[in-house]
């Protein structure tokens, strides 16, 4: 078996001349990643495979933060005035970020203004 011949439609990233077992990983400097690379792999490292693997599993998952929830999060009150309507919508916009439809950033931002709004009604003295 010759894994010294690459094709180049199936490899874009190995350039003529290079070396076939070494990593084809360009740093912004041009150098040329030590590492042995791996035809299984796309030609890269362990490392940099795993990288770009990583990178384009977080481009495909991207979220839209546009997107409306307030029907699912709120539920038909659109208030949220009592200790267990918070805990409702709480507990909905946890369903809602392991379900990967919401993101942990924009689920910190309402957990933040719930908190606020939680703490901002004051509470009645007996």
Do not use: W
């Not at 690379?37 to 890269?44: I, K």
Request: with cysteine; glycine share 6%.
């Amino acid at each position: 078996m010759n894994t010294n011949s690459h094709s180049s439609t199936l490899l874009p990233l190995v350039r003529t001349g290079a070396e076939p077992g070494r990593c084809n990983h360009r740093f912004p400097n041009g150098k040329r990643c030590r590492l042995p690379g791996s035809d299984s792999q796309l030609g890269l490292c362990l490392r940099h495979f795993t990288m770009s693997a990583a990178a384009e599993l977080s481009r495909r998952h991207a979220h839209d933060d546009a997107e409306d929830f307030s029907a699912e999060l709120l539920g038909q009150p659109s208030e949220l005035t009592s200790t267990v309507q918070v805990k409702q919508f709480l507990s909905r916009l946890l369903l809602l970020v392991t379900s990967g439809r919401i993101s942990p950033r924009r689920a910190a931002v309402l957990v933040y203004i719930t908190n606020q709004l939680h703490f901002s009604h004051t509470s009645p003295r007996r």
